[in-house]
């Protein structure tokens, strides 16, 4: 599977971004599919994810009611609707896929997203 993120860029405490992650070598319908995020200096965390089984999702607390996570099947494309961006939200976005074995195994590049006050 090869990920191709886009979409981050500057933006004001706020704004909106919508990041986009372009999947090739395998259908996303058929895999769970993740958005995770590395701010300076700190871990790399899950932030929303979509289930392959039913769509279903699930949010990090500190992104519920300001994030949203989608697929378009037909463009084999996952996307990450962000609103009401913060400066804590500054990090690099990933995009991951598992692997049959429920592993994250397929990663994106990262773009980065930045967030002035």
């Known amino acids: 599977v090869q990920l191709q993120a886009s979409g981050g860029g500057l933006v004001q405490a706020g704004g909106s971004l919508r990041l986009s992650c372009a999947a090739s070598?395998?259908?996303?319908?058929?895999?769970?599919m993740g958005w995770f995020r590395q701010p300076p200096g700190k871990e790399r965390e899950l932030v929303a994810l979509i289930r392959w089984s039913g769509g279903t999702t699930s949010l990090a607390d500190s992104v519920k009611g300001r994030f949203t996570i989608s697929r378009d099947n037909a463009k084999n494309t996952l996307y990450l609707q962000m609103n009401g961006l913060e400066p804590e939200d500054t990090a690099v976005y990933y995009c991951?896929?598992?692997?049959?074995?429920?592993?994250?195994?397929?990663w994106g590049q990262g773009t980065l997203v930045t967030v002035s006050s």
């Open positions: 991951a896929a598992q692997s049959y074995d429920g592993r994250w195994n397929y």
């Open positions: 070598g395998r259908t996303l319908s058929s895999s769970t």
